[in-house]
C-alpha cells in the first residue's frame, strides 16, 4: 500500500513538472503581468487603504485676532501644551509613503473661547494625504484673562566696545511709545520698552533698525511669547562725532566786560572746570585750540565775586562735557607806588651809652591799595633801628618796621642802612 502511495505522487510531480517546464517564458511572463495588474489594481483604487500613526507633532494657534476681538487673552504659553501631538491617518495605498508629519496640520481654534478662566479647546487636524481618524489629545486646557493695551515710551542706549575720544548719541527713535497689548496682567508689569543699539566699530553717523525689550518697574525684562507691539522693531538714529579736550581762556579780557569801582581792578580770574571736552567735525576741533565763556560783568563792583556763566558754544558742536562754568572774579585796588617820609626811632639803647647816627633823608617806596599808600605818603613811615646788645662803636644797622602795622604793603628804604655811633656816657656830667 506504501509503494503505490508513493508511485501515485511520483506521477504528480512529475506531470506538474512537465506541465511547467512547458512554454516556461509564457508562463514568467504571465505571472509578471499578473502582479503588475494587481498593483496597478490596488494603487488606483481608493477604497484600498490602510492606517498611519504620525508622532511628534506641534499644533498652532488660530484666530487670536477673534480671541482678542472678544476683550480675553492667554494667561500663559501654550507652547508645552502644543508639543508632541499624535495623529492617527486613513491613507490610500497609493499614497500611504508620500503621508508625513510635512503634509498634516493640527490648529487649536481660538474663536470659540468667550470667557476668562480655564478653559478646554479642542484641537483640530487637517492632511493633505487620506483622512483623520484621530488626535491625540483631543484637546488642550488653557487659561484666559482679560485683555488689555497700554502705551510705553521708548528709550534707548548704546551698548558694545565704543572707541576712545568719540561721542555717541542716540538723536532719533521711530516711534517714541508703543502699544503693548495681551494678557493684564502681563501689561499692566509693563514700564518701558529698551533698545540696545550696538555701536563697535562704528565711527560715522548711521540708522538703524533695532529690536527692543520690554522692561517691568524693577527694569527687569518681561518675555513677548504673549504680547503684542504696534511695530516690531524700532528706527534709530546714532551720532558719532570725534571729541576733543579744550581749555577755557582765563585771559581776564576774555572773561570779563566793563569796569569795577574807581580805584579797583580785576587782578585775576579762575575758572572751573578749567577744561571741557567737545563733540564736533574733525576738521572744526583741529581749528580750535581754547574755548570762551559768555563775559561776566563787573561795573561799578570793589570786592571778589563768582558767578555762573555759560561757555560761548559754536553752532556746529554736536555736544559739549557741561556748557556752565563758575567763574571767580578777583577784584581788588588799584596797586600805586609812591615815596613817603621815614619818621627813625632807636629803640633798645643802653643805659649808659648815647647814640648818634649820620644824618641823611631817608624814604621808603610804598607799594600797595592807593588809598593806603595816599595816607602813608601823607604821614610818613615809622621806622625803627634796632641797637640792642651793642657796645660802643661805630655801626651799620638795617631799618626795620613792624609788619603788622602795613599789612598788603611792601616797603623798600632808602638809604637802607643807618650809621650809627655808640659813646659810653659814664662818668660824664
Known amino acids: ?73 492667554l494667561s500663559e504659553d501654550p507652547s508645552e501644551a502644543l508639543e508632541n501631538i499624535s495623529v492617527r491617518l486613513e491613507v490610500p495605498q497609493s499614497s500611504y509613503a508620500l503621508a508625513s508629519a510635512e503634509n498634516v496640520q493640527i490648529t487649536l481654534d481660538l474663536s470659540s473661547v468667550r470667557s476668562a478662566g480655564t478653559q478646554e479647546v479642542a484641537l483640530s487636524a487637517t492632511t493633505t494625504y487620506g483622512r483623520v481618524l484621530k488626535i491625540l489629545p483631543e484637546s488642550v486646557t488653557l487659561e484666559f484673562e482679560a485683555y488689555d493695551s497700554r502705551s510705553v515710551p521708548v528709550n534707548a542706549s548704546v551698548t558694545g566696545e565704543q572707541m576712545e575720544n568719540t561721542w555717541y548719541n542716540i538723536n532719533r527713535l521711530n516711534p517714541e511709545e508703543l502699544v503693548i497689548s495681551g494678557p493684564s496682567s502681563v501689561v499692566q508689569t509693563i514700564a518701558s520698552a529698551y533698545v540696545y543699539v550696538d555701536v563697535t566699530g562704528r565711527d560715522t553717523s548711521y540708522v538703524t533698525a533695532a529690536r527692543f525689550a520690554l522692561l517691568d518697574y524693577n527694569g527687569e525684562e518681561v518675555p513677548q511669547t504673549l504680547l503684542s507691539s504696534s511695530s516690531s522693531s524700532v528706527t534709530v538714529g546714532v551720532d558719532v562725532y570725534p571729541t576733543k579736550e579744550l581749555p577755557i581762556s582765563t585771559d581776564i579780557e576774555d572773561v570779563v566786560q566793563g569796569t569795577p569801582a574807581e580805584g579797583y581792578e580785576v587782578t585775576s580770574v579762575t575758572i572751573q572746570p578749567e577744561a571741557v571736552t567737545v563733540a564736533a567735525d574733525q576738521e572744526l576741533l583741529d581749528n580750535l585750540t581754547e574755548l570762551l ?75 600797595g591799595p592807593a588809598s593806603r599808600v595816599q595816607a602813608l605818603v601823607e604821614s610818613g613811615v615809622e621806622a625803627v633801628v634796632d641797637v640792642s646788645g651793642l657796645s660802643a662803636g661805630e655801626y651799620t644797622l638795617p631799618i626795620t618796621v613792624d609788619a603788622e602795622l602795613y599789612p598788603g604793603l611792601t616797603l623798600e628804604f632808602e638809604p637802607a642802612d643807618v650809621e650809627v655811633h655808640l659813646d659810653a656816657t659814664s662818668g660824664m656830667e
Open 293 to 367: 565763556i559768555q563775559p561776566v560783568d563787573v561795573s561799578g563792583l570793589s570786592q571778589t565775586f563768582s558767578q555762573r556763566t555759560r561757555i560761548a558754544t559754536l553752532t556746529d558742536f554736536q555736544d559739549i562735557s557741561t556748557e556752565q562754568v563758575y567763574v571767580t572774579v578777583a577784584i581788588e585796588e588799584i596797586q600805586q607806588s609812591a615815596w613817603a617820609e621815614v619818621n627813625l626811632t632807636f629803640v633798645n639803647i643802653p643805659d649808659d651809652m648815647s647814640c648818634t647816627f649820620t644824618s641823611a633823608d631817608f624814604r621808603a617806596l610804598i607799594t
Open 1 to 73: 500500500m506504501k509503494d503505490k502511495i508513493l508511485t501515485l505522487l511520483k506521477r504528480f510531480f512529475r506531470a506538474i513538472w512537465g506541465s511547467l517546464s512547458h512554454n516556461l517564458g509564457l508562463k514568467l511572463l504571465s505571472l509578471l503581468l499578473a502582479i503588475l495588474l494587481w498593483s496597478y489594481v490596488v494603487s488606483s483604487n481608493p477604497s484600498i487603504t490602510r492606517t498611519k500613526d504620525i508622532n511628534g507633532l506641534t499644533a498652532y494657534l488660530t484666530n487670536e485676532s477673534t480671541l482678542n476681538a472678544n476683550r480675553l487673552a
